[in-house]
């Protein structure tokens, strides 16, 4: 037990993590030998939760062979789950498979299979068609936000998979909803169940509102009620792509920074946006029911319901990207003469404008974007010390840094981002001319 909990506590340490919640410690003392399903609200920390009671089953190296197999709906999560697992620092390799990106090249990565395999469905079951994955010797199958992927229409794929795994594992699923009917195929069997999900807990420190418009078109009202939330972080969730993209479009126009995400939208630009939003420099992030379960959005402050979701499911998972934890938060509901819910119980207290409209506060921080990047053997200390050359940056002028494979994402403060592109652009990162944009 004391090498599991000096194992344990030591990827904690290289995480940066004090402290588990309630919810992973119960993860944790639950072990390892039954089956489980977990389900906790979106934004509780269920990856780490997972993730941890692995360690200790775990193989010391990597012996070219995959021993976990995590199935995740979508590519966000999968890549979330990535980025806790390397947090850890366990020496051991993993990889993420996901649709919207070229397959050749997790293909190449493959030819060494990975301790720990991440993927969304329809990839897995590519890659399964190709031979480019073996998956006989798994031995813990985790079915991350599971009635997701059902939701999203995955169950063949996901029923396909399963088929390759050994009989023999231990499953452990996880939703973020107890509306949920497991399937057999999944082989689950007399599992541990942990629960989390109360409806205390998901409105605890959560303050509604409702927002009128007086016209049936809400942009002005949207715009209006942005103007009275300080510059504090917003998620504006609509209803369909289209109109995602027109209440980013005219944001945009209004000069308020934010960015669109949904579905239809490829990879590299979902990617983009999301780090925007999390890292600052963006502070209104509008998005279908897409952004209200799997992604890893920390300290969102104000959720806003531009259009009143389809279900009270929906409308619980979206007020859930705020008031987490021990935090406040406010859900905006705008609404026109048209508009009605039966979910809605309690009559929200009302938010009442000002008739002059206030110009948003934009963010504080400016995300800067070099063309050098992993396969350029860049770290995150070169970029650093890239961006310090000349003197134009104070020690708080620097914000998250991000190293992707083809790219550098830094945070700047604003103000400080045409002096560095001018006087840095084709500058030299390890020898090599870098540009800015």
Same mark, same amino acid.
């Given at each position: ?8 506590? +030591? ?22 030998? /039954? ?10 920390? /269920? ?101 997701? +992927? ?24 996880? +939703? ?24 205390? #807990? ?15 078109? /809400? ?157 350029? #053997? ?43 592109? +001018? ?15």
């Amino acid at each position: 037990m004391t090498d599991k909990n000096d194992l344990i506590g +030591s990827a904690l340490s290289r995480a940066g993590i004090e402290k588990l919640n309630e919810m992973q410690q119960a993860v944790l003392d639950a072990g390892t030998t /039954k089956d489980m399903v977990l389900l906790s609200p979106t934004g509780t920390g /269920k990856t780490l939760a997972f993730l941890l009671p692995l360690l200790a089953t775990l193989p010391k190296t990597d012996n070219k062979k995959i021993v976990v197999l995590i199935i995740a709906p979508s590519r966000e999560l999968a890549l979330q789950i990535e980025s806790v697992f390397r947090s850890l620092g366990t020496g051991l390799k993993a990889n993420c498979c996901y649709g919207g990106h070229p397959i050749r090249t997790e293909k190449k990565s493959l030819e060494h299979p990975p301790a720990v395999l991440i993927g969304t469905p329809g990839r897995l079951v590519d890659h399964l068609e190709r031979g480019t994955i073996d998956l006989e010797s798994v031995r813990t199958l985790i079915l991350d936000e599971f009635d997701k +992927s059902l939701e999203l229409g995955f169950t063949a794929e996901m029923k396909e998979i399963l088929l390759h795994l050994p009989v023999s594992r231990r499953n452990v699923l996880t +939703s973020a909803t107890a509306a949920i009917d497991i399937p057999p195929f999944t082989g689950i069997q007399s599992p541990v169940r942990l629960s989390f999900l109360t409806g205390e #807990k998901k409105t605890k420190n959560l303050t509604v509102q409702v927002v009128q418009s007086p016209v049936k078109d /809400k942009l002005e009202t949207l715009y209006k009620l942005l103007g009275e939330l300080g510059g504090g972080s917003a998620l504006v969730f609509c209803n369909l792509r289209e109109a995602v993209e027109r209440v980013s479009t005219y944001l945009t126009d209004m000069e308020v920074e934010n960015e669109a995400f949904h579905g239809g939208m490829e990879q590299p630009e979902r990617e983009r946006a999301l780090s925007r939003f999390r890292n600052g420099s963006a502070n209104v992030f509008v998005s279908t029911d897409l952004a209200a379960r799997g992604l890893d959005i920390q300290d969102v402050k104000n959720v806003i319901h531009y259009h009143l979701p389809v279900n009270e499911e929906a409308y619980v998972h979206r007020n859930g990207r705020t008031a987490r934890m021990h935090a406040e938060g406010t859900a905006y509901l705008i609404l026109n003469e048209i508009s009605s819910s039966e979910y809605i119980e309690q009559e929200p207290e009302e938010f009442f404008l000002p008739r002059e409209a206030r110009r948003p506060v934009s963010p504080e921080w400016v995300t800067l974007t070099i063309n050098r990047g992993k396969r350029d #053997k860049i770290s995150k200390k070169d970029v650093v010390g890239f961006l310090y050359q000349q003197g134009i940056l104070g020690k708080d002028d620097l914000g998250m840094i991000k190293v992707r494979e083809s790219c550098s994402y830094a945070v700047v403060k604003r103000g400080k981002e045409k002096e560095i592109i +001018s006087k840095l652009q084709n500058g030299k990162i390890k020898g090599v001319k870098a540009r800015i944009s």
